[in-house]
DNA sequence: ACTGTTACCGTCTTTGACTT
DNA sequence: AAGTCAAAGACGGTAACAGT
């Protein structure tokens, strides 16, 4: 039976694999990977010498997706829920696609408010957060901010808004999480945008252990994962 | 006109007690 | 153990008002 070393990569690797097996889903496995780790990370603070089998591993991962399933109530909420990567199905697509055009016409905290709890599924208390504001300031921002969609939205967004003017310089992925780090809500809107410019999508926000988590995915499907 | 705050309301989820 | 149900809490939305 092989033993699992401490070569976190390698570890990380494995379980990813485990975890592509159980869910056939990339995004699902990295999560699934990560709460893993967590639980390994637990499990090792509790008891060093403890043996973690490739089989007990395994479990783990498994168990692990059960509880997943178990949470999210397979019958009422599809499983695609909050993601993007499904082929054929990206019910969120037009919401980005109006947001990258509402973001030229709306304050950049309307923006990134908008951004954070309809498209990476913040709660209002997260986004509040972030940017340092009440919850009711980001709800009644929100609310308003969906009303400017749904507006822009029946009027067949007429006036493609060129998108030219005011695009800065340095946009890549360091400035999105640095923009993030600062709280700072105009830069994160240049950054995103200047990314869905190169056409390369953040696929997913997240918090893990306390610490934002983005994925991205370029043009050619690579994807990788940045933390905060 | 725009933005932030507060109060209030409706909906959904969670929790605990109770019954079968 | 499993199912049911009511209470409590969390959450999102809206209206009204105030400040800039």
């Given at each position: 039976m092989p033993q699992l070393g401490l070569d976190l990569q390698a570890l990380k690797q494995r379980i990813y694999r485990y975890s592509m097996q159980i869910t056939s889903?990339?995004?699902?496995?990295?999560?699934?990977?990560?709460?893993?780790?967590?639980?390994?990370?637990?499990?090792?603070?509790?008891?060093?010498?403890?043996?973690?089998?490739?089989?007990?591993?395994?479990?783990?991962?498994?168990n692990a997706w059960k509880d997943k399933l178990k949470k999210r109530k397979l019958s009422s909420e599809p499983l695609d829920d909050g993601h993007m990567n499904v082929p054929?199905?990206?019910?969120?697509?037009?919401?980005?696609?109006?947001?990258?055009?509402?973001?030229?016409?709306?304050?950049?905290?309307?923006?990134?408010?908008?951004?954070?709890?309809?498209?990476?599924?913040?709660?209002?208390?997260?986004?509040?957060?972030?940017?340092?504001?009440?919850?009711?300031?980001?709800q009644v921002a929100l609310g308003r901010a969906r009303q400017k969609l749904k507006k822009l939205a029946r009027t067949g967004m007429e006036s493609s808004v060129s998108k030219q003017a005011g695009d800065p310089a340095q946009l890549d992925f360091e400035a999105?999480?640095?923009?993030?780090?600062?709280?700072?809500?105009?830069?994160?809107?240049?950054?995103?945008?200047?990314?869905?410019?190169?056409?390369?999508?953040?696929?997913?926000?997240?918090?893990i252990n306390g610490k934002l988590t983005f994925y991205f995915e370029d043009p050619d499907g690579n994807r990788f994962m940045v933390t905060s």
């Open positions: 889903d990339s995004w699902e496995s990295e999560d699934l990977t990560q709460d893993v780790l967590l639980k390994v990370h637990n499990l090792r603070q509790a008891n060093p010498s403890i043996e973690l089998s490739n089989a007990y591993l395994y479990k783990i991962a498994l054929g199905i990206d019910t969120q697509l037009s919401t980005r696609e109006l947001l990258e055009d509402l973001a030229y016409r709306l304050p950049a905290r309307s923006t990134v408010i908008l951004l954070l709890m309809d498209v990476f599924d913040f709660t209002a208390k997260e986004a509040a957060e972030l940017l340092s504001l009440t919850e009711g300031s980001v999105l999480v640095e923009a993030f780090r600062l709280r700072d809500p105009k830069a994160i809107c240049r950054s995103y945008l200047g990314l869905a410019k190169r056409q390369i999508t953040v696929s997913k926000l997240k918090y």
